[in-house]
């Protein structure tokens, strides 16, 4: 079992629409959860992080961890067309400087 | 301010050839990084680096090797390239943890160095 699963998707939505992103984890010691979107032929940039559980909003985007359930979200309110990217999720234990990704979900929004 | 720096950002390489792919950051970072990304896989951690004369492996190490002479650069060599080696590696650095507990969570990235053994 890997220890973050995420849907690679494609996920294909029209513009304005509610996006929902997840991953999954089985690593009980993570603590940091992070959120990273890539362009194409990018690297990855840190798009929001959160810390134990949670939510966190900035702006569109709204991350929220549920460690009971060791799922974590991210949500993009009215999405638009330049948020077309795959997002990855991320996250490490606490003290530790070693991230474990997931592969990645590969967004389109539709104009 | 350029972040981190990674060159080349294309290699074709024949089995058996060996290379170092360069990387550096301005930003005074203790941590490193090299990662590999392969279509549909995400992100593996290759080696590490804490600072300064310190590297340690991460997930997929065999075939790489690290050095960390300075704060500021940290190359990736390979050693007779085989064709699983094609990916695209990415360089990255963050900061301490005990410098800001905000900071340590970003990694910043390089642009990424597409290798193709053939």
């Known amino acids: 079992q890997k220890e973050v699963e995420q849907d690679p998707g494609p996920l294909s939505v029209p513009e304005g629409a509610i996006v929902s992103l997840n991953c999954t984890y089985s690593n009980s010691a993570f603590q940091y959860f992070m959120w990273y979107r890539q362009y194409s032929r990018k690297g990855p940039e840190l798009l929001m992080y959160?810390?134990?559980?949670g939510n966190k909003e900035d702006g569109r985007f709204t991350a929220q961890v549920d460690k009971s359930s060791k799922y974590i979200s991210l949500f993009i309110r009215d999405s638009q067309p330049s948020d077309s990217a795959t997002y990855l999720c991320a996250m490490r234990a606490g003290g530790y400087q070693k991230v474990t990704f997931g592969t990645g979900t590969k967004l389109q929004v539709i104009p | 301010n350029a972040g981190v720096t990674q060159t080349p950002k294309f290699r074709i390489l024949k089995i058996g050839q060996s290379m170092t792919l360069q990387c550096a950051q301005d930003?005074?970072?203790?941590?490193m990084y090299w990662y590999r990304q392969d279509p549909g896989m995400g992100l593996k951690l290759i080696y590490y680096?804490?600072?300064?004369?310190?590297?340690d492996k991460g997930e997929v190490p065999n075939g790489y090797n690290v050095s960390r002479s300075t704060t500021e650069d940290f190359p990736l060599r390979l050693e007779l390239a085989a064709p699983s080696q094609t990916s695209v590696y990415f360089c990255?650095?963050?900061?301490?943890?005990?410098?800001?507990?905000?900071?340590?969570?970003?990694?910043?990235f390089g642009a990424g160095s597409r290798l193709t053994v053939l």
């Open positions: 959160t810390y134990s559980s």
């Open positions: 930003m005074n970072h203790n941590y």
């Open positions: 990255a650095s963050s900061f301490l943890e005990s410098r800001g507990g905000s900071g340590a969570n970003v990694l910043t």
């Open positions: 680096s804490v600072g300064a004369g310190i590297t």
